[in-house]
């Protein structure tokens, strides 16, 4: 008999007041009684209405249908035949837009939380079973893969079980790419992350840091001396864009990616047992909505900041961060300045931030994206101290690859051209992730990762 | 990975060499480029000019000036032991293709990096004029290795001590005014004299490349720490440098970006990571 509550069991967390002032991660997830209680919540629709949503098709009535009977491993392992990184899916993934959207619990209550248990399976199974990898027999070709994000993570997974000497270039000294730089701590741990990697390793993907493709070594070599019978590019869009107001280069104002990669790379929450400084003032405004946004506020509260805003030019409705962010960030005491763009940041005479200008607007028509424009509403400017700036209104990709890879055409963004498999101008190189598409989600980027692994795959044995 | 320390030398009280095993940056380097390294687990990443490379042997060689604590820390380390991380070449090297006639100009720690421009131009076959800049004598670095890569030499002190006497624009306006003719002065070292030169050479009309330092993370174009305003437009110093026209650069805004880490220097100095017995302090 299928549980009825409309509700999703509740996931248990650390106090608002509290988890503001750590690191620690902020959910602590589910016991295995609420895990089965909720996995009894799924309906286990024939037409799989959840499934359509995922943009890896993990197999979600199955892996809840084992959760359901007491079989975590099992679970596990039916999500781990489509998702190579459960744990991290289960954290950062936006399933109220994914797999839950499509959920026919949703419809008259809560939907299943699919995201809660894929990481009570992942979790299950990292705390109660040790991997036992077998390294696949070797086919003789190599692949080098550029980047080590979620996308390239996948695809040298992906490659690996199927035999190739699979070679990893990460420009950091650490693997993970967004998982390890950007995404905060409180939200993924890194040992995860580190596990996850440390997996690969296992299955014989070799990962070669501090090595930065397009200077250290060039994609042209990769094919042409070392060796390298395909590659693929999954260098992720880590150029971070600033606005172009008038004070953005004073000291106090950051880009998200700098301030997030001091904290979460870096370690500079523990300066100065660790040696990265992070200044952060009393004020503290993040420009942007997004998770990227949403993620800077957190760690900004976390570093003792007194009031930190999000100050967002549109509205509640259209912030593009998962809605978990955001409620975890009002829970922690964010405030979301809605409705207001900043128009200039203004600094003493030392060079220091002291003040923005903000403006409020209103949302207009819908422009090309089906969003409301905003619009400013002359007049409304006004002025609210302030020591710090993290700019979080978005990234591209990094134009080093481009600049140093004849044939491989970009668009007009600076983005990889790929087809759907991942394919670029480039015979025997291939894309995928963030690189391809502009900053998008960890999962779509793994997904592509997979599909640019079995068109990898093709392509050698053709 | 971890990169070996193959060679050790003090050149004064605050500067030292360092030549590490690096074959894949050595592969690549250029001068005007530059690598960026974290000592350990704990380490900050820092960018450290190339100042010299040897492709055959397979190191890079950077000259350190000991003005914070990873500087402290890296003069601490011995020839034999390893820094974990030593990734590059990063930045774009200096373009010298078909300069005829330079002046390179090095304030203090930057005549460790404007040796490799004059070395490369020298090898080039252009005339190079080296003029060096030091607080005394006992400061005075690289003299034989730049008599062996210039023309003419002259290296000034502040007080004197070693002859010549007052900085380095002024024996370049002694140089300009007796009429010689450079398609390019190079100068690099701190910003003061590097703005100094530039107002200097902006009168006689004479291209000015300066190699900004600025703070940075990752060195790929990721963090936009590193940015500098040249000619009114926000640039990054790792990817779009570190060389540019100085007579574009807003010494002002760079200036005072140099001061955002600087209490925290002195804390990290104070009471950071000790790595003498590699114990933690914190």
Redesign the interface.
């Known amino acids: 008999m299928p549980n009825m509550s409309l509700k999703k069991n509740p996931m248990p967390e650390q106090r608002p007041d509290e988890r503001n002032k750590n690191f620690l991660e902020v959910t602590t997830g589910y016991t295995e009684e609420t895990a089965i209680d909720e996995a009894k919540r799924c309906l286990n629709c024939k037409h799989k209405p959840c499934m359509q949503g995922c943009p890896v098709s993990v197999k979600i009535p199955e892996f809840i249908a084992k959760i359901a009977e007491g079989d975590f491993e099992g679970a596990y392992q039916k999500i781990k035949e489509t998702n190579a990184l459960p744990a991290v899916c289960g954290r950062v993934c936006p399933q109220e837009t994914q797999c839950e959207s499509k959920c026919v619990r949703g419809i008259k209550g809560e939907s299943v939380g699919i995201g809660r248990l894929e990481r009570f399976a992942a979790d299950w199974h990292m705390s109660h079973v040790k991997d036992e990898i077998t390294v696949p027999e070797k086919n003789g070709k190599k692949v080098a893969v550029v980047g080590s994000g979620p996308a390239g993570l996948t695809a040298a997974g992906d490659l690996a079980k199927r035999g190739y000497d699979v070679t990893v270039y990460e420009?950091?000294?650490v693997a993970g790419g967004v998982l390890m730089y950007g995404i905060p701590e409180f939200r993924l741990p890194k040992n995860i992350v580190q596990n996850e990697i440390d997996n690969l390793k296992k299955l014989g993907v070799k990962i070669?840091?501090?090595?930065?493709i397009g200077?250290?070594?060039m994609v042209d070599e990769l094919v042409e001396d070392m060796g390298f019978d395909a590659v693929f590019l999954g260098t992720g869009a880590?150029?971070?864009s600033?606005m172009?107001l008038s004070g953005?280069?004073?000291?106090?104002v950051?880009?998200a990616?700098?301030f997030l990669?001091?904290i979460n790379?870096?370690k500079g929450y523990?300066?100065?047992?660790?040696?990265?400084?992070v200044?952060v003032g009393k004020n503290v405004a993040v420009f942007g909505g997004g998770n990227v946004a949403m993620d800077a506020a957190r760690c900004a509260k976390r570093m003792g900041a007194e009031n930190v805003y999000i100050i967002y030019r549109r509205g509640r409705e259209e912030l593009p961060a998962r809605a978990e962010e955001v409620m975890h960030a009002e829970e922690e005491g964010v405030i979301f300045k809605l409705l207001t763009n900043p128009t200039r940041l203004l600094g003493d005479d030392?060079?220091?931030l002291k003040e923005i200008e903000v403006i409020d607007m209103e949302l207009g028509e819908p422009d090309e994206s089906g969003r409301r424009r905003p619009v400013p509403k002359a007049g409304s400017e006004h002025i609210l101290p302030m020591d710090t700036v993290i700019v979080a209104i978005g990234q591209t990709p990094?134009?080093?690859i481009k600049k140093t890879t004849k044939g491989l055409d970009t668009n007009r963004k600076g983005c990889i051209i790929a087809d759907e498999k991942g394919k670029t101008s480039r015979d025997g190189i291939y894309a995928g992730g963030d690189a391809v598409t502009g900053a998008a989600t960890v999962i779509l980027a793994m997904g592509a990762g997979k599909t640019a692994a079995e068109a990898i795959d093709e392509y050698l044995n053709n | 990975?971890a990169y070996k320390i193959i060679r050790k030398k003090v050149l004064n009280p605050q500067i030292f060499l360092m030549e590490i095993n690096a074959p894949?940056?050595a592969k690549?380097a250029e001068p005007g480029q530059f690598i960026i390294l974290?000592i350990d687990e704990?380490?900050?990443?820092v960018p450290f000019t190339v100042a010299d490379f040897d492709r055959e042997k397979g190191t890079v060689t950077i000259i350190v000036q000991i003005v914070g604590?990873?500087t402290k820390d890296l003069s601490a380390l011995e020839e034999g032991e390893e820094i974990?991380?030593?990734?590059?070449?990063?930045g774009m090297p200096t373009e010298l293709e078909g300069l005829k006639k330079v002046a390179v100009i090095g304030g203090g720690l930057g005549t460790a990096i404007a040796y490799p421009q004059a070395k490369k131009l020298h090898s080039m076959g252009a005339e190079v004029d080296v003029i060096t800049g030091f607080r005394d004598k006992s400061l005075i670095i690289l003299e034989d290795e730049l008599k062996a890569v210039s023309d003419r030499l002259i290296i000034t002190t502040d007080d004197g001590s070693n002859g010549v006497k007052g900085f380095v624009t002024d024996r370049l306006k002694e140089l300009l005014d007796a009429g010689e003719k450079y398609d390019a002065v190079i100068a690099i070292g701190p910003l003061v004299m590097m703005r100094a030169v530039c107002n200097l050479t902006k009168g006689y009309n004479v291209k000015t490349i300066v190699s900004m330092n600025p703070v940075m993370?990752?060195g790929?174009?990721?963090?936009?720490?590193c940015?500098v305003?040249v000619g009114g437009e926000?640039k990054f110093a790792c990817?779009d440098g570190p060389d540019f026209d100085g007579h574009q650069i807003d010494w002002?805004?760079a200036?005072?970006?140099q001061?955002?880490?600087k209490?925290?220097?002195k804390?990290?100095c104070e009471?950071?990571?000790c790595r003498i017995g590699r114990t933690?302090n914190?």
């Open positions: 420009a950091f000294h070669e840091t501090d090595v930065i200077k250290t070594i880590g150029l971070p600033f172009g953005e280069s004073l000291n106090g950051y880009s990616n700098e990669t001091r790379l870096m523990k300066f100065p047992e660790y040696d990265t400084p200044v030392e060079g220091w990094n134009p080093l | 990975m894949l940056v690549k974290r704990y380490g900050e990443r604590k990873t974990l991380d030593f990734a590059g070449p990063l993370i990752d790929t174009g990721m963090c936009g720490g940015r305003i926000t990817v002002e805004a200036l005072n970006r001061k955002m880490f209490a925290q220097e804390t990290a009471s950071g990571h933690n914190a």
